[in-house]
Structures are given as C-alpha cells and as structure tokens.
C-alpha cells in the first residue's frame, strides 16, 4: 500500500494491531500517516527509490523521523556494474541512474 491507499482498504490490515507505530516497507516510497489510531511509517528505499534519487532511510528514537541522504549516482552505478550480477548494467540504468517516477509507482501500487 501506499500513502494514497484509502484509509477503509487498510482498517482491516491494522484492526488488531495494539503498538503505536507500525514500520513498513515493500512500495519503496517513504511516508507518515495515521490508519486509524495507528502511525503508519514506510522508510523508503535506499538502493531502489521512485521519483527523487538518493536514499531514503529513517531515524528511529522516542519518535519517528524520516531522512534523505543525497550520494553519487554515477559512482553508485559504477560500483553495481563492477559486481558479478547479471543485470547489473540494466539495474543501475534503470533503478540508480533514471529511478521510475513517483506518481508512475503509485499507479501500479495503488488499488
């Protein structure tokens, strides 16, 4: 789910849920919001962002704070083709060099 998934699709996901904080990951795009009367927080991707490049992490404490760290794409995606990885050339193209844009992955993640 994302952060535009409408709040009555995820009640049910989080009906038994009795921690105030739930991290999440899986859609790649970071994000803050309340299901119900429980915090909601997906950390983002570090290796494999949508829209803006860099990584997306979060700081964990007596609250929540989402973080954005810049780095160098180009030595990034030098450093993934110099791996044994068979789709290094395509992946650091694809998902370093030009990530996919934001609202292109909320379509395909969003019900």
């Not at 009795?18 to 983002?44: E, L, S």
């Not at 160098?72 to 992946?91: G, M, V, W």
Request: hydrophobic fraction near 40%; charge should be neutral; proline fraction near 8%.
């Amino acid at each position: 789910f994302t952060r535009l998934t409408p709040e009555d699709r995820l009640l049910p996901a989080f009906a038994g849920v009795n921690v105030p904080v739930v991290i999440c990951g899986r859609t790649h795009m970071q994000f803050d919001r309340m299901i119900g009367k429980t915090r909601i927080v997906n950390a983002g991707s570090v290796g494999m962002p949508y829209g803006e490049t860099g990584a997306f992490w979060l700081l964990l404490g007596p609250d929540v704070h989402l973080r954005h760290t810049p780095y160098d794409l180009a030595k990034a995606a030098s450093r993934i083709r110099d791996t044994n990885y068979p789709q290094a050339e395509e992946f650091a193209a694809r998902n370093v060099l030009q990530t996919p844009s934001e609202e292109e992955m909320l379509e395909r993640f969003t019900p």
